[in-house]
């Protein structure tokens, strides 16, 4: 079964679920997975009931796809998203993006967590993305062309939308919420980075470092689907930090930030 078929398939049994056709989809990150608490939920979707679909194994991902609304407007979340350390190829990784703008979603709202490197950086700060470096990741686009999904060659001059960008500085300034705005660079993982790498990845012109994201800016764009993301800064690298980093502090760091993560969000959603 080829590309095109398998998103027909799943689009089909997803279908089944909601009844009306969301106009943003939400992607939230480690930590992050409480933002249905805002929604008026219609129907939630484990990842394992869809045909095609990767499965989520890291612990503060929940693996369901959430439609209801959000002030009003229809929308659809996914409650953890999946990473090229957890084993699958970056075609796969990117593929619920697809799926999403299959079931007829014009925007995609990235969260992540992640790691500061920017010297004003501190735990629980909110960055705006507003460029990122992907060198470090494997290309989801690599493999033959599918035309109907988008050309051989996508444009990436503005993988995050400034529409977008310019709505989300105006909700922040609105409640007074203090953001930065910064490169993002995606690396494998899972390991942490060591303080060489930290210093390195600053010195290349990026301020924060996760482990997800970029594969999914790249599908979106590849099928003309304009991007706003943003992350939580959820533990700091380089500049002589040295503290060693668990995945359970990421989640606290993130939780602890996501009311302000979800204000913006719901924000730039109803400005749509």
């Known amino acids: 079964m080829n590309l095109i078929d398998k998103l027909n398939e799943t689009v089909a049994v997803i279908k089944e679920y909601y009844t009306e056709a969301p106009v943003a989809a939400v992607v939230l990150g480690s930590g992050l997975g409480n933002f249905k608490e805002q929604m008026q939920v219609e129907c ?15 612990e503060g991902h929940r693996g369901t796809l959430i439609f209801g609304k959000l002030d009003g407007r229809a929308v659809v979340c996914m409650a953890g998203r999946f990473h090229f350390y957890e084993g699958y ?4 990784v990117a593929y619920p993006i697809r799926v999403l703008k ?16 920017h010297p004003q950086h501190q735990v629980g700060d909110l960055m ?38 310019a709505a989300a500085r105006q909700v922040a300034a609105q409640h007074q919420i203090e953001v930065h705005e ?51 800064i959820t533990d700091l690298g380089g500049h002589d930090v040295l503290h060693a980093i668990t995945h359970k502090e990421v989640l606290e ?3 602890a930030a996501e009311p302000k993560m979800t204000t913006i969000m719901r924000g730039l959603i109803a400005s749509l």
Do not use: C, K
Not at 89 to 92: G, I, M, Q, V, Y
Not at 129 to 157: A, K, V, Y
């Open 44 to 58: 939630e979707i484990p990842y394992e009931d869809i045909p095609h679909f990767p499965v989520s194994t890291v």
């Open 89 to 92: 190829s970056p075609a796969e």
């Open 102 to 117: 299959f079931l007829g979603v014009q925007v995609l709202l990235l969260t992540n967590a992640a790691g500061g490197m």
């Open 128 to 165: 705006f993305i507003t460029d990122h470096i992907s060198m470090f990741t494997h290309n989801p686009l690599l493999g033959p062309n599918e035309p109907e999904l988008g050309p051989r060659f996508p444009d990436m001059s503005e993988p995050y939308s400034r529409s977008l960008l």
């Open 182 to 232: 910064g490169v993002y660079v995606s690396v494998t993982g899972p390991t942490f980075e060591t303080p060489a790498e930290y210093r390195m990845l600053y010195r290349l012109g990026a301020d924060a470092v996760g482990m997800s994201t970029v594969q999914e800016v790249i599908v979106a764009r590849h099928m003309n689907l304009p991007v706003f993301a943003m992350s939580v």
């Open 253 to 255: 760091a993130a939780a």
